[in-house]
């Protein structure tokens, strides 16, 4: 009978690895993983040893993958499995192409752990393309422009980095009296405006943006304009172009469904597709003087969120935020509070807290998690003070990211590239964490920065103390967040 049910087992599981276009994936994911369940529990009938496995975005299983704990260690089996004979409360999973990832709080219950895909590579892919459809553009004292992202998830809204909205690297553009730096992702449609007494002409339609991997992706661009003469002010000053975000005007946008398998040219978008006729009014609460809130609006297409405009905040400001009027009730508003730096050549986005409001929510004023201070590594441990939590939330969360920081500048602008190499999940909150299970090497030239982010949840969800079920998306409960970190 045994040898029957290990049959079975191993053609389930063999079946469960192979390659499934990326729309049935997203629509059989929970049922993939339910029959991972059903594999496993029938294989703890024939064992007393906590038996799991790890599953990629997909739901499909890692098939070699290292586990390891309180000094032991274990690999995969034939079918993927992997086979405790002690206890863990806290287990190490190690894969090629994923970011190595402890998992805190585990019990005999948690089956099914999932791993996100590796950065580390030696280079990101490279997608290229030009936008078209802005129109014939009358001089009117604005330039314009359109802005080229991969869409986002609401899942991936959690670990939003509004630093990354802007490529690190950069085109040159020659402007009266010098040449400036222009993000590669933002592209210029033929156009000319006067400026005191010159002539300025743009016409850079090409866009060059990167991912981390192939992968389908859904590429969105937005088109949008902006004063001729501040802009220009702002460049003189050296002025970021994140303190001129509320002279911009969003108007429409575009995307493309792309399977991107190495470096691609031709991905070409087409900027007049969806129109933003409609608007969201977005209120702030009050917030000290030297603080800032950034507000972002996301229009849902097919699971897919594409941001339609992005504006700064003082105090009580209220402001328009544009969407389109078919996705009005499918809207998100994604709000971060900072310290107003804003006109720095380089603002930093290290010390944040973050508030993720759908539609049905979007008139109530956001709240925010508390900032918290720096966290503090000593004796393979790092200790941060949780933030203050306002009435209706509950502690859900957090998760711990290690990466390598290479600085890019451009211009005497610094940028720099990211690249997880270790993450901790720790459900529920604490101010202390064990990373004495994290290794890595030290490369010359890099720094390497540790991040903490605190994550809480309505307490009207009343969310199943298990992190690891399965039936649950985690990052899809969060609704707030409060990050800060520290480079070594």
């Known amino acids: 009978m045994k040898l029957v049910i290990g049959c079975l087992i191993t053609i389930h ?3 469960s690895v192979s390659c499934v276009d990326k729309e049935k994936v997203q629509q059989t994911k929970l049922q993939k993983i339910e029959n991972h369940i059903d594999d496993l529990n029938m294989i703890d009938k024939q064992n007393s040893l906590h038996n ?3 599953i990629d975005k997909n739901g499909d299983i890692i098939k070699k ?12 089996n034939h079918l993927g499995v992997l086979s405790l004979d002690t206890e863990a409360t806290s287990i190490t999973l190690s894969a090629k192409g994923f970011i190595t990832t402890t998992f ?8 099914i752990f999932e791993l996100a895909p590796s950065q580390e590579q030696s280079r990101l892919l490279e997608v290229q393309g030009n936008t078209s459809g802005f129109g014939k553009l009358k001089r009117d004292k604005r330039f314009d422009f359109s802005i080229v992202l991969p869409a986002f998830t609401r899942s991936s ?9 802007l490529s690190a690297e950069s085109d040159q553009i020659k402007v009266p009296t010098k040449t400036v730096s222009m993000p590669t992702n933002i592209t210029l449609p033929k156009q000319s405006e006067k400026y005191i007494f010159f002539t300025i002409k743009f016409n850079k339609p090409q866009y060059k943006l990167f991912v981390p991997k192939a992968d389908n992706y859904t590429l969105f661009a937005s088109h949008g304009s902006f004063p001729m003469k501040d802009i220009m002010d702002a460049v003189k000053k050296g002025q970021s172009m994140y303190s001129m975000l509320n002279k911009f005007s969003f108007k429409q946008g575009g995307l493309r469904k792309s399977f991107i398998p190495d470096d691609i040219s031709g991905q070409d978008l087409v900027v007049n597709q969806i129109q933003y006729n409609s608007s969201l009014t977005f209120r702030v609460p009050q917030i000290q003087s030297d603080q800032v809130i950034i507000g972002a609006s996301f229009m849902n297409k097919e699971g897919q969120l594409l941001p339609t405009d992005l504006k700064s905040f003082k105090s009580e400001d209220e402001h328009q935020l544009k969407i389109n009027s078919e996705n009005i009730n499918n809207s998100y508003i994604l709000s971060i509070l900072k310290e107003d730096d804003l006109k720095a050549t380089s603002p930093q986005f290290k010390q944040v807290s973050m508030s993720i409001q759908a539609h049905e929510n979007i008139n109530t004023l ?6 918290v201070n720096k966290p503090q590594i000593e004796n393979k441990n790092i200790t941060v003070g949780e933030p203050i939590t306002p009435k209706g939330l509950n502690s859900h969360s957090v998760t711990i990211y290690l990466s390598e920081i290479e600085k890019i500048t451009y211009d005497d602008v610094e940028s720099e590239k990211r690249t997880v190499i270790h993450k901790v999940i720790n459900p529920g909150w604490a101010n202390s964490f064990d990373i004495s299970q994290v290794s890595y090497e030290k490369k010359a030239n890099r720094t390497y920065r540790w991040e903490v982010i605190f ?3 309505p307490e009207t969800l009343n969310i199943n103390l298990d992190y690891y079920n399965y039936k649950i998306n985690q990052l899809e409960s969060v609704t707030h967040t409060s990050a800060n970190s520290v480079d070594l």
């Open 13 to 15: 599981l063999a079946f």
């Open 104 to 111: 805190n709080g585990v019990t005999e219950l948690s089956k």
């Open 366 to 371: 956001p709240i925010f998690l508390g900032l």
């Open 157 to 165: 809204l959690v670990n939003f980095d509004v630093s990354n909205v």
């Open 455 to 457: 994550m809480a949840a």
């Open 52 to 54: 799991f496995i790890a």
């Open 65 to 76: 993958v290292k586990a390891e704990w309180s000094g032991n260690s274990t690999s995969t």
